[in-house]
């Protein structure tokens, strides 16, 4: 049996996403999470109940989702750039980091500031750091991201998002591709600070198509090394969902699939595990 992380993001966007995700990890069918310290819905009474959560669970890892992009605000005063006091869209932000026009050191405290955060509302740091949107292999970020890591919980480890596999099947996803491209520099540089990464990366695809999410399962786990993290983003819509992100009805898909029969017959099927 293969173990691999199957790890859902943005605990803390929104109540509906957070009950979502509780109730994956009570089934069994979740073993990850990472947390929005900047989200809407991350008070203490949602921080105890994960943590109620992960607690019944066999092995449910919980990290920080370091998020740098709109609409959310930063944590630091003098974080720049910014546009209304919001960090800059995911567009913008990556252009400016690809036009070498961000400071990683302001990347750094802010991420360290996010790190202390999550410190301070669970008692205990991350078991491991990823980005919000995939901001922490940008150029520009991805030195403070992983300098911030290394200084404040270096037995984290760190989100990579670099798939295996043929080069003609990388081909057809240039999304995906652009992710195993940054990843490559990303993983480069973490192993020069001795960070460690995920050997294997699935779990992004065109959510706007609003796609059968159960052959999307089956392609993410098929060659998944041990040890590998499959993305996913399940939840229930809420209007404090709406307000925040594009990704809505998709991530109910995602739940009802994940908690399904069908889905632990693929687990069975392709002999992997989440305990």
């Not at 989100?159 to 195993?180: H, I």
């Not at 460690?196 to 399962?217: C, E, I, Q, R, T």
């Not at 499959?230 to 819509?237: I, L, N, Q, Y």
Request: glycine residues 10%; proline residues 5%; positive net charge.
């Amino acid at each position: 049996m293969r173990r691999i992380w199957l790890c859902a993001d943005d605990y803390g966007i929104s109540a509906g996403v957070n009950r979502g995700i509780r109730d994956l990890i009570t089934r069994g069918r979740l073993n990850a999470t990472s947390v929005m310290v900047v989200g809407g819905a991350i008070g203490r009474d949602e921080v105890e109940a994960l943590k109620t959560a992960a607690a019944g669970s066999a092995r449910c890892a919980i990290g920080l989702h370091v998020t740098l992009t709109a609409p959310f605000r930063p944590l630091t005063m003098h974080f720049r750039p910014v546009h209304d006091g919001l960090f800059l869209p995911f567009q913008k932000l990556l252009g400016a980091g690809l036009a070498r026009r961000l400071d990683s050191e302001i990347i750094r405290t802010e991420v360290m500031v996010q790190l202390k955060a999550f410190g301070e509302l669970f008692s205990q740091p991350p078991d491991f750091v990823d980005g919000h949107q995939h901001v922490q292999l940008f150029p520009g970020v991805r030195n403070g991201f992983l300098d911030a890591v290394k200084e404040v919980v270096p037995g984290a480890w760190v989100r990579q998002s670099g798939r295996q596999g043929s080069l003609a099947k990388r081909l057809r996803e240039p999304k995906a591709l652009f992710l195993d491209l940054l990843s490559a520099q990303f993983r480069r540089r973490a192993a020069r600070v001795a960070l460690a990464v995920n050997p294997g990366f699935a779990g992004a695809y065109d959510f706007s198509k609003a796609p059968d999410f159960a052959p999307l399962m089956a392609q993410f786990l098929d060659g998944m090394p041990e040890g590998g993290v499959v993305m996913c983003h399940p939840g229930f819509v809420d209007e404090a969902l709406i307000a925040l992100d594009p990704f809505t009805t998709q991530r109910e898909r995602e739940h009802a699939y994940l908690a399904s029969e069908q889905f632990g017959g693929l687990l069975a099927a392709n002999k992997v595990t989440l305990s």
